[in-house]
Nanobody, 129 residues
Framework: QKQLVESGGGLVQPGGSLKVSCAAS????????IGWFREVPGKEREGVSC????????YYGASVKGRFTISRDNRKNTVNLQMNSLKEEDTGVYYC??????????????????????WGQGTQVTVSS
């Protein structure tokens, strides 16, 4: 059974850092594009960052570019999202998803994860003083 499990969320002050991880089980992330998505009540789902396990290409949303870094750990079958210089508007539930879609732009922008093959259960990130 394919599963994604997120971890690493929590409460952090503005300007702080946090790393969230997405661990895959039941399948390997090879040939998949993995995305991190943020959901906030009353707002549409946002594609925060996506990475291709196939060629390493990445995408960052405009609101996080320069502050967040997505990376793969093939040995651990995990994708990490390092979040620095956090702002209150980064607050939300962060989900990871995996799909054999054509590109990181398709995953993060065109479909914003809709119909992705596998979704995690989400992890709450709260940025507040």
């Amino acid at each position: 059974q394919k599963q994604l499990v997120e971890s690493g969320g929590g409460l952090v002050q503005p300007g702080g850092s946090l790393k969230v991880s997405c661990a895959a089980s039941g399948f390997t992330l090879d040939e998949y594009i993995i995305g991190w998505f943020r959901e906030v009540p009353g707002k549409e789902r946002e594609g925060v960052s996506c990475i291709s396990s196939k060629d390493g290409s990445t995408y960052y949303g405009a609101s996080v570019k320069g502050r967040f870094t997505i990376s793969r750990d093939n040995r651990k079958n995990t994708v990490n999202l390092q979040m620095n210089s956090l702002k209150e508007e980064d607050t939300g539930v962060y989900y990871c998803a995996a799909d054999r879609i054509t590109s990181v732009e398709a995953m993060c922008v065109t479909y914003v994860g809709a119909g992705a093959d596998v979704w995690g259960q989400g992890t709450q990130v709260t940025v507040s003083s």
